[in-house]
């Protein structure tokens, strides 16, 4: 297996952070004009479009075990967490949603261990403590604004996220991750069509920004990022690469902040400081490896 260096990993965390953080802020700007179900849709069903080409060609998408697993993450990941995540603003506050997304880590380190996949690292919980701390100092935590509701459907999205990454960990080693993210935007369009058709939503005016933020979300966070993110797993480990989730507040935050006007705080910048400290206690202890070859993320 060959090595990936530290700085090169921690260089491909923020990176990541920073295309998946971006979801939200191009996603805030999509459902002005779209529904967020609907939106969903849209950009599963493009990005498995965009795909298709390059992983139908030779036919090594069609490959049993490869089908059944993009399709089991397109239901975890895109249906059940983000579906569930979407419903429970709905109930409560964003911030009571995002530290419990946070968590998602925490579950990955149990479900890792309970599987033996790896072992029960100290240093490692220890930099998922730290940087649990830096997320409550960015956004805050009331939890007397979170509705029974709102954090049922909180946690049951994040512990399917959760379980997908373990998974992806112990069952996907080896598999191509370009045809796994084709299978598994392509479950996450299928899955989510009852619920539009449940919900009756209106033809859509789509806008000119509603429709280059579909684009961004499409392309980069359900191509590129996702990609990365699975990357990032094999080289790394499930419960280290749960942990990266952990600077995405941080992000949100910058970010909403030049493209929404949101205001932008001191606590964002020592929240980030915080985390990133856990990062490094994280990404110490990963001990990371890439798969046997990057021309692996492609249809080959």
């Not at 579950?107 to 996949?117: E, G, K, M, T, Y």
């Not at 690292?121 to 805050?140: E, N, Q, S, W």
Request: some cysteine; glycine content about 8%.
């Amino acid at each position: 297996m060959t090595q990936i260096s530290r700085p090169a990993l921690i260089a491909f965390v923020l990176l990541f952070s920073l295309i998946w953080s971006s979801a939200f802020v191009a996603g805030k700007i999509a459902v002005r004009d779209v529904d967020p179900v609907l939106t969903l849709v849209i950009r599963f069903a493009l990005s498995a479009a965009i795909m298709a080409p390059f992983c139908l060609v030779n036919g090594v998408a069609w490959n049993t075990r490869i089908v059944k697993t993009g399709l089991i993450f397109g239901l975890l990941n895109n249906a059940v967490y983000l579906g569930l995540n979407f419903s429970a603003l709905a109930f409560t506050s964003a911030a009571v949603v995002g530290v419990i997304v946070s968590c998602a880590p925490f579950l990955a380190i149990l479900f890792s261990a309970a599987l033996r996949q790896e072992r029960f690292d100290p240093i490692k919980t220890l930099g998922v403590l730290i940087g649990f701390a830096g997320v409550i100092v960015i956004i805050g935590f009331d939890i007397s604004s979170g509705d029974a509701v709102g954090v049922a459907l909180a946690v049951g999205g994040t512990t399917a996220f959760a379980i997908a990454t373990v998974m992806f960990r112990g069952r996907a080693t080896g598999l191509p991750v370009l045809p796994l993210n084709f299978w598994q935007s392509t479950a996450g369009a299928l899955a989510l069509l009852p619920v539009l058709a449940v919900k009756g939503v209106p033809t859509p005016t789509i806008t000119i920004s509603a429709a280059l933020a579909i684009l961004y979300l499409t392309v980069i966070v359900s191509i590129g990022g996702t990609v990365l993110w699975l990357l990032l797993i094999r080289w790394s480990g499930a419960a280290s690469a749960a942990s990266y989730h952990l600077l995405n507040p941080f992000w949100v935050v910058i970010l909403s902040n030049i493209a929404l006007g949101s205001p932008l705080e001191p606590r964002a910048f020592v929240g980030a400081a915080i985390i990133g400290a856990g990062l490094l206690l994280t990404t110490r202890s990963a001990a990371p490896a890439a798969p046997q070859a990057l021309a692996k993320t492609g249809a080959s």
